[in-house]
């Protein structure tokens, strides 16, 4: 079993499976996916920033996994909304890739 | 020329040798030239007649009457010869010999060559053949060894069959490509039970319904595993398709293999063409870890699942991962090439009815992609959503 204990000190308990949690049914997770604490029967990580990835199921139980999104792509995420807030404020239009 | 008989008959002998010696009368028996007994002999004396060696079975007088059988017959054909020449426990024979047991000769490369032997030739001329072929056992000796050879293994199997121990390691090394005929055979599941795989090795096949199913490797699996695979095993994979579907019916990878219609629905009938083949108590069921989950173009999510027959991923088939998207968890536990791939590269095209097919691996290579191995020898990728072939891997054991 692990136990995940999210930022605003919500705790979920799944079984551990691979890098997957496992939970009898959708937990609400907290929007706050920073600094979550991973505690299994072996090791205890954190992880910085979070990002929830549901998995496929193969018996009805609810699977996910916790991305640990890089600080290089957070980064290019807060570029990429500050350039199309940019663009909106300033009425560009933004070529396509 | 008269020899005596009874207890002269060493004398007899003597003047026999002398006769002979004096390029008269046979060593082994005097002669008659007709019936009429020109010398005579007791019981058990030999003599020559017509051509024929007798030997007396009554006494025989000078001037006796010869009868060789019938009525009143007093002598009978000899054919012993050890009668004739006597018994040569402690003859000798002086020869020029080869025969020599000095480790620099026995050890010298080379066959020493024996010319043919033939009839008619000298003691000494037929044992100094001999001693030069001794000479060349004794090379053979020194090269095979004085050890056993392994499981009743003969030096031709050994050639034929590779210089392998019965072991997984060594049956990994070794490629033969015999058809193994259209069974299984409860010794083959004995021998794959005990790990030694004895006559068993990679691109040996057997056909069944049509389908060539050639071994891939040896234990492939063991050892591995959350739940530990304990179970020696033969890894399988046939060399022509068995079905022809899409991966997802829409050009997605969400939730990676697990999460494909390939993994849920399509490969059922590839996998009942398998336990009708091999009988569904002996798949092997082992753990693999399978990629669950997919996020921003690349698999993010695996997790442990019981498989029987499944589809390949690119180290598998390859050696590496090639398109996959995030290698780390498409390898997982199937990190290496099969030695059936390494051993011959040929094998990875396989065919569905003589045409070289497309088919599918189960690595997930973007949001809309898997890979799959490519019909002229290429690594590639198609969109989940196209139809290819389904070429599955699995293992046989003996439950």
Same mark, same amino acid.
């Given at each position: 079993m692990a136990t995940i204990k999210f930022n605003n000190g919500i705790t979920i308990n799944a079984e551990e499976n691979g890098n997957c949690f496992i939970t009898d049914s959708k937990p609400a997770f907290?929007?706050?996916?920073?600094n979550i604490t991973v505690t299994t029967d072996e090791e205890s990580y954190v992880i910085a920033n979070g990002e929830i990835i549901e998995a496929a199921s193969i018996d009805g139980r609810y699977w996910f996994t916790i991305r640990d999104v890089p600080e290089t792509e957070l980064a290019r995420e807060k570029v990429d909304a500050q350039i199309t807030y940019t663009a909106i404020m300033t009425d560009t239009l933004l070529e396509d890739e | 020329m008269a020899y005596a008989s009874g207890a002269l008959a060493q004398d007899a002998t003597l003047q026999r040798i002398a006769d002979a010696l004096d390029g008269g009368s046979n060593i082994i028996a005097p002669r008659e !030239?007709?019936? *009429?007994? !020109?010398n005579a002999y007791a019981i058990g004396d030999q003599f020559i007649l017509g051509g024929k060696l007798y030997k007396a079975t009554a006494t025989i007088a000078i001037g006796d009457t010869i009868v060789t059988e019938g009525v009143g017959a007093n002598c009978t054909e000899s054919d012993s010869i050890t009668e004739q *020449?006597?018994?040569?426990? %402690?003859s000798k024979v002086t020869f020029t010999s080869s025969d020599n047991d000095a480790t620099t000769e026995k050890t010298s490369d080379g066959f020493t060559s024996v010319a043919t032997m033939t009839s008619g030739e000298t003691h000494a001329g037929l044992f100094q053949k001999i001693s030069k072929m001794f000479l060349n056992i004794r090379k053979l000796w020194n090269t095979v060894g004085s050890t056993p050879l392994e499981n009743g293994q003969t030096l031709t199997s050994i050639v034929s069959g590779g210089l392998t121990a019965n072991n997984a390691g060594a049956h990994n090394a070794v490629y033969r490509g015999k058809s193994l005929g259209s069974s299984v055979t409860s010794a083959q599941y004995a021998e794959i039970d005990a790990g030694t795989f004895k006559d068993l090795y990679i691109g040996d096949y057997w056909t069944i319904n049509g389908v060539n199913y050639r071994i891939a490797a040896f234990d492939y699996w063991l050892h591995c595993g959350d739940t530990e695979c304990t179970d020696h095993h033969v890894v399988i994979v046939p060399d022509t398709v068995l079905d022809t579907k899409a991966? %997802?019916? !829409?050009n997605v990878t969400t939730g990676g293999y697990v999460g494909s219609k390939m993994y849920t629905t399509y490969m059922a009938t590839a996998k009942s063409t398998i336990q009708t083949a091999f009988?569904?108590?002996n798949i092997l069921s082992h753990r693999e870890l399978f990629t669950n989950a997919v996020s921003s173009d690349k698999a993010s999510g695996w997790a442990w699942y019981d498989s029987t027959i499944d589809l390949m991923n690119e180290s598998m088939v390859y050696g590496h991962e090639a398109w996959a998207s995030y290698p780390q968890y498409e390898t997982a536990i199937d990190k290496g090439q099969l030695p059936l791939f390494s051993l011959d590269p040929s094998k990875i095209i396989a065919f569905n009815n003589g045409t070289r097919a497309y088919w599918w691996l189960r690595d997930v290579v973007s949001g809309a992609d898997f890979a799959f191995a490519n019909h002229d020898g290429n690594a590639s990728n198609s969109y989940a959503s196209d139809s290819l072939c389904i070429r599955p891997a699995f293992a046989i054991y003996k439950p």
């Open positions: 907290p929007s706050d996916l920073s | !030239s007709g019936l *009429v007994a !020109s *020449v006597g018994d040569t426990a %402690n991966m %997802n019916d !829409s009988g569904s108590a």
